[in-house]
Structure formats: structure tokens, C-alpha cells
């Protein structure tokens, strides 16, 4: 069982930066694929980016150079660095854990555990 918590949004102004954190549980986070989803208002929760057990990462095509997903396995966190943030990039961002030795994927339904979410707001 893995426990998500998201940490770190907030309001920002266009062009601007922040990065978010993913608190996880349990003492096997090290071997499990991770992601990141974000859902606006009265859209789909949509994939950003993910990062798999050994590092790799992959990413949508709205944030593609300027989203950076990173994971620091000895505090059990994930981060995703959010850079030339734009105010189509607002919504509530959500963590999500898949399994041990889980890959990056897109799609929603292969995500076990989620977070609460955080909100992002970007004002122009």
C-alpha cells in the first residue's frame, strides 16, 4: 500500500515557476512508476508526465520543455518543476502511484494510488 501527498501549488503569474512535491509512503516508493495528472474545470483529468522506477521520463506535448519530473528515492519524493507556466496550464494537479516496477502511463486507469491534488493557478 502507498500513501500520495501532494504539496507545493499555488497562484503564480504567467511565465513564472513552481514546483510541486510528492510525498510518498511505504519503503518500496524507490521501485514504483510514478505520475502526474492535472484536471481543469469542466475538463478530463489529463496525463502530464510520469517517471518510471529507473528514472526514465516521459511527458505530454503542453509541457514538453518546460515541465521537469525528477525523484529523489532516499526521501521518498517526486518533483515536478514547473517553468514558463502559462494560464492553460491552471488546474488541480494530482500525483499518482502505479505499481513496483511500474512504467510511465499515460493513461489514468493504470495508476493504483492517487493524492488528494494540489491546486495551480496561473494569472495573466
Known amino acids: 500500500q502507498v500513501q500520495v501527498v501532494e504539496s507545493g501549488g499555488g497562484l503564480v503569474q504567467v511565465g513564472g515557476s513552481l514546483r510541486l512535491s510528492c510525498a510518498a509512503s511505504g519503503r518500496t516508493f524507490s521501485r514504483y512508476g510514478m505520475g502526474w495528472f492535472r484536471q481543469a474545470p469542466g475538463k478530463e483529468r489529463e496525463f502530464v508526465g510520469g517517471?518510471?522506477?529507473?528514472?526514465?521520463?516521459g511527458y505530454a506535448g503542453s509541457v514538453k520543455g518546460r515541465f521537469t519530473i525528477s525523484r529523489e528515492n532516499a526521501k521518498n519524493t517526486m518533483y515536478l518543476q514547473m517553468n514558463s507556466l502559462k494560464p492553460e496550464d491552471t488546474a488541480v494537479y494530482y500525483c499518482?502511484?502505479?505499481?513496483?516496477?511500474?512504467?510511465?502511463?499515460?493513461?489514468?486507469?493504470?495508476?493504483?494510488?492517487w493524492g488528494q491534488g494540489t491546486q495551480v493557478t496561473v494569472s495573466s
Open positions: 517517471i518510471n522506477w529507473s528514472g526514465d521520463t
Open positions: 499518482a502511484a502505479s505499481g513496483p516496477y511500474g512504467g510511465i502511463y499515460v493513461s489514468a486507469e493504470r495508476y493504483n494510488y
